[in-house]
């Protein structure tokens, strides 16, 4: 069952990741939800970093999971997995739409 687990977590992590490298290094910030396109370029490129950043801590927290299942060594697996992914999209959401609403 853990080989199974491990293989179901496959498709989210590298889901994740091939979308962190798509926007962060192929410059598609266009597959980001929500975005249009109003930004200077320079932003843009600090959106992009953001926002892989986001999707790399998520794919840790399912990496994570992915661990528990094989290992079953993780404290309080989805608690932790919450935490993982929350507080980088929290953090992404603060900083885009709460602490700079002036700047762009």
């Given at each position: 069952?853990?080989?199974?687990?491990?293989?179901?977590?496959?498709?989210?992590?590298?889901?994740?990741?091939?979308?962190?490298?798509?926007?962060?290094?192929?410059?598609?910030?266009?597959?980001?939800?929500?975005?249009?396109?109003?930004?200077p370029p320079?932003?843009?490129?600090?959106?992009?970093?953001?926002?892989?950043?986001?999707?790399?801590?998520?794919?840790?927290?399912?990496?994570?999971?992915?661990?528990d299942?094989r290992?079953?060594?993780?404290?309080?697996?989805?608690?932790?997995?919450?935490?993982?992914?929350?507080?980088p999209?929290?953090?992404?959401?603060?900083?885009?739409?709460?602490?700079?609403?002036?700047?762009?």
């Open positions: 069952m853990a080989l199974a687990a491990t293989l179901l977590y496959a498709f989210p992590i590298g889901s994740c990741l091939l979308l962190a490298w798509a926007i962060h290094r192929r410059g598609a910030v266009g597959l980001i939800a929500g975005y249009d396109g109003d930004l320079e932003r843009e490129a600090e959106l992009a970093r953001d926002a892989a950043i986001v999707l790399v801590a998520a794919a840790a927290g399912v990496g994570l999971l992915a661990v299942a290992a079953d060594a993780v404290p309080r697996p989805g608690a932790l997995v919450t935490l993982a992914i929350v507080a999209v929290a953090w992404l959401l603060w900083k885009w739409n709460v602490r700079e609403p002036d700047r762009g």
